[in-house]
Structure formats: structure tokens, C-alpha cells
């Protein structure tokens, strides 16, 4: 499990974070949302241990993330939005560069996920479109064998069908367990493979919640009037799309986009209703 307490972030002297608490389960796939420079990517390259809180912890399995010790590395691998990559390096030289710190890294998952993916692994990066690099670090960093897997902006580059491709993968790999957790803005290309939910705004944590939880206590109506009690109201080719209150208990299918706009609209009646 990895685990934030009472935790500080600052960059000189822009604060980043102030005394969050979150904690991610094993067996997920978490959605990290939230506007630009709320910190998203900062969390991810905090939990695995490439900045170090000002206070508070962060641990990965009751290991401290920034004392990166070789059991946590090995457990964990963040692949961030932008890679510089080796001109002249093939994604087959590459995964082999990484694969001896990784003890249970599969050859077979790497060139399986690199058929789905349809990318030539023997291929030089420079010969490659961006999502073509995308998609070989997708598949190099999924056939690590981690227990933890980051990913910042992974969709950034990929077609449409690639970004099925990529679901797929990550639905597959869910199912054995592993810990996921997706830092997006491109919210509609995860919107239903993410559960739970976890939205930051500055200093603070907006919403940390399963989908059943949002289902629970908030109601998503298609194709009605625009309601003056809505906490967000959408217009749609089909009429409007409201998110309220759920006061009668009856479960709606969640529009993420309208989720996180309602959220940073109503902070504190989202935090009075998730309390």
C-alpha cells in the first residue's frame, strides 16, 4: 500500500501541498485529476522517491519513498509524461537496460504488449512517430513486473485506437492486482477504467472516493432542463446534462468531466457530502 500522512510539499517557497492524507489501496486503478500545477505530477514523482516531502511521510509498502531503497525500486516504475529517449536505441535495447534492476520482468509480456501495440521492438526510437515511442515505453514499463505502476499524461500521443489498445492492457493488468495510478487531464480516454477517483486542488484534496461512493451521494441527470440546484449544468445535444445532489438514492452513470468541474465549483459542499 502506499501511504501519505500529513504531508508538505513546497518549491522554494510555493507551496504545493499542505497536510494531505491519501492512501492507495493495492488492486486499483486510481484516476489523479486536478488542473495544471496543483501538483499531480509531484505526487507521483514523490511516492517514488524523486522529491522529498518537507513534512509529513510518504511510504510504499512501510517503506519511505524518498530513502529509495532497492526493495521499493524494484516494486515501483513511473513513467512520466516526456522521456528523452537514445536516437539511435531500438525499445528492445531499452527494456534490456532496465530490466536487470527489475527481477520479475517478463521478455514475453514486453513482446506481446509490443505486437498489441503494434510497434516493432527491433525499430530505432528516432524512425518512430511520438506515439509510437509512447506506446514502447507503455509496453516496457508494463512487462516490468512492478507491483506499482505511475503513469503521467499516458495517453498523450495516441490515436484513437491505440487508446483502446492501451485500456484494454491496463484492464488486463488490473485484474492481477497490481496498483495503477493514472495522472490525466485527458479524462474521457480513462473515464471508465478509472475507480477511485482522487482530485487535488492547491494545498489540498478535493475528492478521494470510489465510484460507487460519487454514485452514492451525487446524481448525474441527461437530457433534462438546466436545473437552478444543479452543482454543475452541462449543455448537450439531448438537452442538459445536471450533476446534483443524490437525495433518492438511485444510481446514475458518472460524467467525469462533469465530476471535476462540479468539484472545484462546490469544494465545500463536495466536502460536506464526502465527509
Known sequence: MIEIKNLDFS????????????????????????????GKTTLLKIICGLQRPGNGTCTVDGMTSHDRLPEMLQSIIFL????????NATPQQYVNELAPFYPNY???????????????????????????????LIAASLSLGTEYILLDEPTNGLDIPSKAQFRSILSKIADEGKTIIISTHQVKDVENLIDPIVILSHNAVLLDAPVQRIQEKLFFEYGGEERPDALYSELMPAGYMNV???TTGEESQINIEALFNAVLRNKNIIKELFK
Open 106 to 136: 517478463s521478455e514475453g509480456t514486453f513482446l506481446h504488449l509490443m505486437q498489441e501495440l503494434e510497434v516493432e521492438p527491433a525499430r530505432k526510437f528516432k524512425e518512430m512517430s511520438f506515439g509510437q515511442q509512447k506506446k514502447s
Open 244 to 246: 446534483i445532489p443524490n
Open 11 to 38: 518549491y522554494k517557497k510555493t507551496p504545493v501541498f499542505n497536510n494531505i492524507n491519501l492512501s492507495f489501496p493495492k488492486g486499483a486503478i486510481y484516476g489523479l485529476l486536478g488542473e495544471n500545477g496543483v
Open 80 to 87: 512520466p509524461d516526456e522521456v528523452t529517449l537514445p536516437d
